[in-house]
């Protein structure tokens, strides 16, 4: 049970929630995920399980991708549709409007994540000075926009069109923030109404497996035919074969000579005969050194 079981996730559910199930339905005490995704919002989520949970630092940088309602003529407390709506008093965009406005939110880009956030300000997190009524001091983060595209407008209500856009960012791009930016800057307000992870890192929604199946497979003892390789992902990682004494040396945490391959320096993936990860370690010049070891010397 170590490896890597990607979740499509439905609205409802928090993230610990879901990792809640997977741990209680395994057995298995070691499991988190690659990324919260809100209650209300649906998609990939990656959830790590037993050795697996040590390589989720190695994903904490992946890009994301979304989908996104973005409704305008209002804006939310929370910058989503949970929140307490105040209609704008502006008339609503068009879509050529706002088409023409993606464009500057494209790039690298500076952005000050919602109230509503777990991000820490003054040791206590922001949305629960928020739910105080107190406003969070919150600072800038640079993020990246590698795409933000309109892929289908509704405007059956002229006052309240919905816009469903296609996002493409870097780790910490909160999309409710962008939503809100976006109707700041074209003056009628506007608030995130739906949201679907599609992708995380190399984890896609075609990968992913509804929550009922998961509750099925696990229930059945047969979580493992769900899961992927503890190291999907890591494949930039070039990989190092060991057996015999070196994986027993490496079994005890003790460096490797390492042959002359021609192989830059940096994290390799140690795997044994079979191909089975056994290690993650860093290359250096005439050495592997052991930084995450998955096996025992018993075993």
Not at 173 to 178: D, G, K, P, V
Not at 271 to 294: H, N, S, Y
Request: net charge negative; hydrophobic share 40%.
């Amino acid at each position: 049970m170590d490896g890597i079981l990607v979740v499509a996730k439905h609205p409802g559910p928090t993230s610990h929630d879901i990792v809640a199930l997977v741990r209680r339905l395994t057995g298995v005490r070691r499991v988190g995920h690659g990324g919260t995704l809100d209650p209300f919002a649906a998609g990939v989520l990656p959830v790590f399980v037993g050795h697996a949970t040590r390589l989720v630092e190695y994903h904490l940088k992946d890009d994301k991708e979304y989908r996104a309602l973005v409704s305008f003529g209002a804006r939310s407390t929370t910058d989503d549709l949970d929140g307490e709506l105040t209609p704008s008093d502006a008339p609503a965009p068009t879509r050529e409007v706002v088409e023409a406005a993606l464009a500057g939110f494209r790039g690298e880009i500076e952005q000050i994540p919602p109230d509503f956030s777990a991000v820490r300000v003054a040791g206590r997190k922001a949305y629960e000075l928020a739910r105080h009524g107190e406003k969070p001091e919150l600072r800038p983060r640079r993020v990246t926009i590698h795409r933000f595209d309109m892929t289908a407008w509704d405007g059956d209500d002229p006052a309240r069109p919905v816009a469903t856009l296609e996002v493409r960012c870097s780790a910490g791009t909160y999309i409710r923030a962008l939503a809100r930016d976006l109707g700041e800057q074209l003056g009628s307000g506007a608030y995130l109404a739906a949201l679907s992870r599609t992708q995380s890192g190399p984890f896609t929604l075609e990968q992913a497996h509804v929550l009922d199946d998961v509750r099925t497979a696990l229930a059945e003892g047969r979580g493992s035919d769900l899961m992927l390789p503890m190291d999907t992902g890591l494949e930039s990682f070039p990989v190092v074969t060991v057996s015999g004494t070196d994986l027993a040396s490496l079994a005890r945490g003790q460096m490797l000579r390492r042959a002359r391959d021609g192989q830059a320096d940096g994290l390799v993936r140690v795997v044994d005969e079979t191909g089975k990860l056994v290690a993650i370690a860093r290359a250096e010049t005439g050495l592997i050194k052991p930084e995450k070891v998955f096996i025992s010397v018993a075993g």
